[in-house]
């Protein structure tokens, strides 16, 4: 019993670990992509504010104010394919290695269990034909063993009688 509790024990405490770095890596991913979404925003200020000056009296101001867009753009796009491509480390794979092996010993005691009971019923069963055979025929339970022990006893007692 005290092996299911430990097995138990270090499935949840896996189940929690990896739980825990799935959220780390979900907590730095939402924090790129937020922080891409502010300069998305960024660029589309630039965007409008360029498209704007070019139809205005197309000037200079105009050429910078795309640059700064398209830049902004451009560092959006990489932190969105940065945060995408986070991935847990590689301690993920041993937790995981940790988990199944504690279920794998919690399947072999279950099996353990269910074949220990099964002898139990065996067991239960063969009493309880050997009790339904006594109450059909009470004489058949007599066997050659307790017939001699039987007489031995009886021997005996005739024998003390009889001193």
Known sequence: MQTVVRNFRVLWRAERLMAEMRLRVLVNQMGLLAVAALIAMFALAMANFAAYLFLAPRTGPVGAA??????????????VVVARGLRPGPEIAMVEEVRDMALEELEAEAEA?????????NEIEGVAQSAVSFARNPLSAIGPDLIVSLLTSLTKLLRSGKS
């Not at 795309?66 to 932190?79: K, N, P, S, T, Y």
């Not at 269990?113 to 019923?121: A, I, Y």
């Open 66 to 79: 795309l640059l700064v867009a398209l830049g902004d753009i451009v560092i959006a796009v990489i932190l």
């Open 113 to 121: 269990v269910q074949g220990e009971l099964r002898e139990l019923r």
